[in-house]
């Protein structure tokens, strides 16, 4: 499975961005899927996770309220609708996919990663 994130850019605060991250290959419809961010010095975090039907989603406590987590199988793709952005949410963000173990709150959970987009929020 191959994951390409994309929808990065520049906002101001208070913005909207939405995230996306295409998968290669039918596999990723059976994965939990998760968004993770990494701002500069700082080490990688958890955003949100969702599960591979899509019923069950969880989020970061800073984050829960304003971001939401989706994907559509049948177009094999995750999202990440990120609402009432804050400078502090600037970072570089990934997709992964397939929890290998964990509570799918940490990277060493998932098996498969995108290559990052970052998302610049501006006060």
């Known amino acids: 499975v191959q994951l390409q994130a994309s929808g990065g850019g520049l906002v101001q605060a208070g913005g909207s961005l939405k995230l996306s991250c295409a998968a290669s290959?039918?596999?990723?419809?059976?994965?939990?899927a998760a968004w993770f961010r990494q701002a500069p010095g700082k080490e990688r975090e958890f955003v949100a996770a969702?599960?591979?039907?899509?019923?069950?989603?969880y989020y970061a406590d800073s984050v829960k309220g304003r971001f939401t987590i989706s994907r559509d199988n049948a177009k094999n793709n995750l999202y990440l609708q990120m609402s009432d952005l804050k400078p502090e949410d600037t970072a570089i963000y990934y997709c992964?996919?397939?929890?290998?173990?964990?509570?799918?709150?940490?990277?060493?959970?998932?098996?498969?990663w995108g290559q990052g987009t970052l998302v610049t929020v501006s006060s």
């Open positions: 290959g039918r596999a990723f419809r059976s994965y939990s």
């Open positions: 969702i599960m591979w039907g899509g019923g069950t989603t």
């Open positions: 992964a996919a397939q929890r290998v173990g964990g509570t799918g709150r940490k990277g060493d959970d998932y098996h498969y």
